[in-house]
């Protein structure tokens, strides 16, 4: 479902970008705005293949220690969470995600710079995760 998550952001965009942009430029010169309609058009179109590439570039891992979350397309970026590091462990889920019956997990530490958040799961999956990661978070602390 995630990728069908960013295929709606990407029209959510695109089609106020053309409708609007293409509008007002329509009314300045009409080449400027065939051209921007254009390239609004190309963007959406890569926007919208680039979907499913993004939904196969997030992946976890659950350790005997440690939290393995690695995503990035071009650049890929290995996250290691020690459980005793762990402070929050939440789901949250938008409108959109609702609908679409997903939700994501965010783990937080005290001074991580790291994107540490797992999109895209199933409410259900999505609960039982943070339950566990929370759990084990209680089992390795670590304390200050």
């Known amino acids: ?33 065939v051209a921007w309609m254009a ?3 190309a963007a959406g179109a890569a926007g919208w293949f680039a979907a499913a590439t993004a939904w196969r570039s997030w992946g976890y891992a659950e350790g005997p220690t440690d939290f393995y979350l690695t995503y990035g397309i ?4 290995l996250v290691v969470v020690p459980y005793g590091r762990m402070q929050v462990v939440d789901v949250t889920s938008n409108l959109l ?4 019956g997903m939700a994501t997990v965010r783990v ?3 001074a991580t710079t790291a994107d540490t958040r797992i999109p895209g799961l199933r409410l259900d999956d999505a609960v039982v995760l943070r339950d566990r990661l929370a759990t084990r978070s209680e089992t390795f602390s670590t304390g200050l």
Do not use: F, K, N
Request: aromatic letters at 12%; glycine letters at 6%; a positive charge.
């Open 39 to 41: 390239a609004a058009l």
């Open 108 to 110: 937080r530490t005290a």
């Open 74 to 77: 071009v650049i890929r970026q």
């Open 1 to 33: 479902m995630l990728a069908w998550y960013r295929r709606i952001m990407v029209l959510a965009v695109v089609i106020p970008a053309v409708a609007l942009g293409g509008g007002v430029l329509w009314l300045w010169s009409w080449p400027w705005a």
């Open 97 to 100: 995600e609702q609908a679409l």
